[in-house]
């Protein structure tokens, strides 16, 4: 119940093309659903973040679509770039004691030919 | 600028000789994580500290440790190296402000058992 499960595991896509990676949980306690870019050799940056009171939040090119009902999430990156090559993780999160401790899904590896 | 740094970037250590990470931040965050991050793997968290409470995973070996001095420093000892445990430690930070959940991650240190 604690975990979060992410696909696909690895995706190629075309320069300008639309990139989207899903999540699902089970855990409906879960209130806050980070995404994470990593690029090689470096730590974690979060790109965006939504609360489940919301369905959908857009900063620039990425946009997370959030689907309660469903207990799905999925980020959108629009016209895709080279330089958006990274590993993505999705992420959930509920604040017992204020810890946030963030519960990862396995991670996509995004690849976006020039 | 206000961020997460960690010391040394690269390790290289002998089997079962032990080793200290270290991670400082500047954000004056009260909660603090280590991860571990294998190859194409999500972080998987070792334990955390909110303020000087010491909370460590159900699934964390012995052979971690951690120290918090104060409030900008957190350390991470290995005391006896596997080679299970090569892989990038990566620290983060949260606020631990109610209903703030957002971690902030140094680049992490890549360590390397001989």
């Known amino acids: 119940q604690q975990q979060v499960k992410q696909s696909p595991q690895s995706l190629i896509v075309q320069k300008g093309g639309i990139s989207i990676i899903n999540c699902a949980y089970e855990n409906t306690a879960f209130d806050y659903f980070p995404w994470y870019q990593q690029f090689p050799g470096k730590g974690p940056a979060l790109l965006i973040a939504i609360r489940p009171d919301v369905s959908e939040k857009k900063e620039g090119r990425f946009t997370i679509s959030f689907n309660k009902s469903a207990k799905q999430f999925s980020l959108h990156i629009m016209d895709s770039q080279p330089g958006d090559s990274a590993t993505y993780f999705c992420?959930?999160?509920?604040?017992?004691?204020?810890?946030?401790?963030?519960?990862f899904g396995q991670g996509t590896t995004l690849q976006v030919k020039p | 600028d206000a961020m997460v740094i960690q010391n040394p970037r690269y390790q290289v250590t002998q089997f079962g000789k032990p080793v200290t990470l270290s991670c400082s931040q500047t954000l004056n965050h009260n909660v603090m994580y280590w991860y571990q991050q294998k190859s194409s793997q999500a972080p998987k968290l070792l334990f955390h500290y909110y303020d000087k409470d010491f909370n460590n995973e159900a699934d964390t070996p012995d052979n971690f440790q951690s120290r918090r001095p104060n409030t900008s420093f957190c350390f991470l000892d290995i005391r006896s190296p596997g080679l299970g445990d090569a892989a990038m430690y990566l620290c983060?930070?949260?606020?631990?402000?109610?209903?703030?959940?957002?971690?902030?991650f140094g680049p992490g240190t890549r360590l390397t058992v001989l």
């Open positions: 983060a930070t949260s606020s631990g402000l109610a209903g703030v959940h957002t971690q902030y």
């Open positions: 992420a959930a999160s509920m604040n017992p004691g204020n810890t946030g401790k963030l519960i």
